[in-house]
């Protein structure tokens, strides 16, 4: 049983056990990154991810009893992360404070989707996440919600190729002015 408690850090509890082990960011020994946990999430291959308000995600490594830090090599300065939902594909849609991210597990490729992708707002709300039965996933934000399909999302990776057609100069095309008078 895992158990988050905002400021005071995270505590698991062990089948039939009656101790709770306490996961702190002051601790080496049972660390995670930030005390301000703001959701826990376990994915379809049983791996504990937590979420934080400063400190980005982190995901449970069982063979030394912590917490890693995940990095999101896309966004450098994403720290504040809500919801974590997965889908049925094993990719993790993670609702921030900048955006909607996708992240791979088994590869850390990182995508970043914000308003500049079609989005309504780049900022999301606490708690506020759901996988449909029919693989629909809705994430509210400080506009209203989205609702998208993951499987659905064209990743654009085309560079556009920028080509100077025309120059002007004070407002002149420079192909009509001859060297005697160029304004320069």
Avoid at 21 to 35: A, G, K, V
């Amino acid at each position: 049983l895992w158990v988050a408690f905002y400021g005071n850090g995270l505590y698991r509890r062990a089948m039939n056990a009656t101790d709770w082990q306490l996961y702190s960011s002051s601790d080496d020994e049972h660390r995670i990154p930030s005390n301000n946990v703001l959701s826990i999430y376990e994915d379809s291959k049983g791996q504990i991810w937590i979420t934080t308000e400063g400190q980005g995600v982190a995901r449970y490594n069982s063979r030394e009893d912590r917490f890693d830090d995940v990095q999101l090599p896309v966004y450098n300065s994403l720290r504040t992360v809500f919801q974590i939902v997965e889908d049925t594909r094993g990719l993790l849609w993670m609702s921030s404070s900048t955006g909607l991210i996708r992240y791979n597990p088994s590869t850390a490729d990182t995508r970043i989707y914000t308003t500049d992708n079609g989005l309504l707002d780049n900022s999301f709300n606490y708690a506020s996440s759901l996988l449909a039965s029919d693989g629909r996933i809705y994430m509210g934000n400080h506009t209203g919600f989205i609702a998208f399909t993951p499987g659905s999302f064209v990743d654009d990776d085309y560079q556009q190729v920028i080509v100077a057609t025309d120059l002007f100069i004070n407002n002149i095309n420079a192909d009509s002015l001859s060297p005697s008078k160029s304004p320069l």
